[in-house]
């Protein structure tokens, strides 16, 4: 089954004309980090009911089991628990991979995480973290990932999913500087590994509605929606959708790029409200 979501009158997403080939991929092995849960989970859906064997990979294996027990309803399903900040962790993921007898075709760096804070409020401790999960973590899944299949392979795909930006990233300033660093490590890439036949690129989604918007406080997202010019949240499908788009044929002429998935947020809307300048 291939789907295509379009939303409804009453704000939810309706099942609509197929787009995509049900076995488009066919024949390829996606691995997706963050896969147990949000828009991670609805990428493997996507692959999985598009034709891939999918492994999915998180740190939490209870969550993980039961997203993965929900996906292999919908094909060749199998996970991994995965720190991607620990380069040994990977190297053994590698290792099972290759010890099941498959080879990586797309790789989709969508673990990362961060939290709202002002910029001077940010620990050291708050910086490092974020910065190493979604900066390092996805620099060291992308390198094994390459080393390890796409180079040898002499063809592979990697597809990160950011964040929205365009205009910096007030009120998170750390996942803000992150995500940059993913952006132009994409476009680097993209130019020193294209003789290994590998693209990469990037989606960044705005107010996606999953589950992680629940650690927000509720002050951050309120009236988030009218800040929208599509005036809605988008859903974890509709990056998947994209997901599939940039990897497939359809797309081979393109690397380097980033696309947003925001309803036009980057060109508008915004959370962060500057406030009036102190008197000193």
């Given at each position: ?51 891939a ?18 996906l ?20 053994h ?49 992308t ?10 392979q ?5 597809i990160?999913?950011?964040a929205n ?9 750390h ?21 290994y ?10 107010i ?17 929606e ?45 959370i ?9």
């Amino acid at each position: 089954m291939s789907y295509l979501y379009e939303h409804n009158s009453i704000g939810h997403m309706a099942q609509s004309t197929a787009v995509f080939s049900p076995q488009l991929f066919a024949g390829h092995t996606v691995f997706v980090s963050g896969g147990g849960s949000g828009i991670g989970k609805a990428i493997a859906r996507a692959f999985l009911a598009t034709g891939a064997r999918v492994w999915i990979a998180s740190r939490k294996e209870e969550r993980l089991k039961e997203a993965w027990q929900e996906l292999a309803a919908y094909g060749e399903c199998h996970y991994a628990v995965l720190d991607i900040r620990d380069t040994e962790a990977i190297d053994h993921v590698v290792q099972q991979i290759r010890d099941k007898g498959h080879n990586i075709d797309i790789l989709i760096n969508n673990a990362g995480g961060q939290f709202p804070s002002p910029a001077e409020d940010i620990s050291a401790n708050g910086w490092h973290a974020v910065i190493n999960n979604n900066l390092n973590g996805t620099w060291f899944m992308t390198k094994a990932f390459a080393s390890n299949f796409f180079m040898q392979q002499h063809q592979g795909i990697v597809i990160s999913i950011i964040a929205n930006i365009y205009r910096g990233f007030p009120g998170m300033a750390h996942t803000g500087a992150a995500r940059a660093g993913v952006e132009n490590l994409t476009k680097s890439l993209s130019v020193e590994w294209a003789p290994y036949n590998i693209r990469l690129n990037a989606l960044a989604p705005g107010i996606i509605r999953t589950e992680a918007l629940d650690q927000y406080p509720s002050d951050f997202l309120k009236d988030i929606e009218t800040k929208i010019p599509l005036k809605r949240m988008g859903t974890p499908e509709e990056v998947a959708h994209w997901c599939l788009f940039m990897a497939c044929p359809a797309t081979a002429y393109t690397t380097g790029e980033t696309v947003y998935i925001d309803g036009g947020m980057r060109l508008w809307g915004g959370i962060w409200e500057v406030p009036d300048k102190e008197q000193g």
